[in-house]
């Protein structure tokens, strides 16, 4: 977990200094890129990764494959390249986004459903995230036909669970009971 927390740690900062320069938003989109990029490319991965290979070699190649990266992204390759720490790469990129999403007051509500969301339930989720959040919420579907029908709803810590397989169980308990 120490890779974790030197994650958060370096995410922090390098939002706050984006921040202090005006260009946390296209940080926001480098970060993301980095992120999808790192787990999509087992290659890329592996190369990061690699005790082999050179800190040197590293930051020269994630300069070449960002190239198109803002300054302060390309500070982080750097600040990585001093401490030997490029195998935390994909976890600072990852918790850049969600200490972005944190200031910037968003939120992703998790909603698990037996089928893919209708526009009719995902107006009926909208109605009953407003009850737990005052936030902008973007919603992300999961798909879990074990659920049955209905929909579980996760957002940060707090969960309304309206699943036909919960109550069922509640049913079940008050039966045996």
């Keep these: 977990m120490t890779g974790s927390r030197a994650a958060v740690r ?3 900062a390098i939002l706050e200094m984006a921040q202090a320069t005006n260009v946390a938003v296209q940080v926001n989109e480098d970060m993301a890129l980095i992120a999808s990029t790192i787990k999509e490319n087992n290659e890329l ?33 750097r600040l990585l390249h001093e401490n030997k720490r490029f195998k935390i790469l994909e976890q600072v990129a990852v918790q850049y986004g969600k200490q972005f999403d944190v200031a910037n007051g968003l939120e992703t509500a998790k909603v698990t459903t037996a089928f893919p969301i209708t526009a009719e339930l995902e107006a009926k989720v909208l109605a009953k ?24 709803l996760r957002i940060g810590d707090k969960q309304f669970n309206a699943s036909v397989a919960n109550r069922l169980l509640t049913l079940k308990r008050e039966l045996s009971n």
Excluded at 141 to 146: K, M, Q
């Design 10 to 12: 370096y995410a922090k």
């Design 45 to 77: 991965n592996s190369f990061i990764n690699s005790p082999t290979i050179k800190a040197e070699v590293k930051e020269s190649a994630l300069n070449e494959v960002f190239s198109a990266s803002q300054s302060i992204t390309k500070g982080l390759f």
């Design 129 to 152: 995230i407003k009850e737990f959040s005052d936030k902008k919420i973007t919603i992300e579907n999961i798909v879990d036909p074990s659920i049955i029908g209905g929909f579980i």
